[in-house]
């Protein structure tokens, strides 16, 4: 696959400065929802009806704490500072989570149902994000960035796994 892709003019060579500047950008993306998340938590949770599903939301509230203390040290490893430029659509995700809780009404099942979908989604984001990063700081030879990406994929892994567990608990019941 390398040499199709320096063999073909469509394709630039992606150096370290590139793909320094998409690591940094794409990790402000992430960054940003998850600043935003941290803030919008409590609110869910007091949304939420469901014991347990209130206790996630307070152990995710707690893993995205951590992960944005592992994203600050990643800028710091890397001598860049978060930026919140452009993360509108992740931001959007977590709002329309907000919209659908409240379009459920009275109904704490359907609140409740909803927290747990878009949750999961958010997670998932989260998940594919933290990989992806994960990736570029191999190509950009700092273990110690690739450790703490894979430390931050991992609780959002542990995090969507609860999530799942609590919805097809409700669900089944």
Known sequence: MDDELNSNPRFEILGPENLK???LDHLNHIYCAKSHLVERLPEIEEEAYFKDLKHAIIETKEDVERQIGRMD???KL???ESSFGNCGGLIGMVEDAFLAIQLQGKSSILRDLSILFYMQNIESVEM???QILQV???KLKNNQVSQLLKENFDEAKG???LLLLIAAKYITG
Do not use: K, T
């Open 136 to 138: 570029a700081a191999v």
């Open 128 to 130: 594919s994000s933290f």
């Open 159 to 161: 995090d969507r796994a």
């Open 78 to 80: 890397m001598n860049a």
């Open 73 to 75: 040290e990643i800028y």
């Open 21 to 23: 500047i998409f690591f």
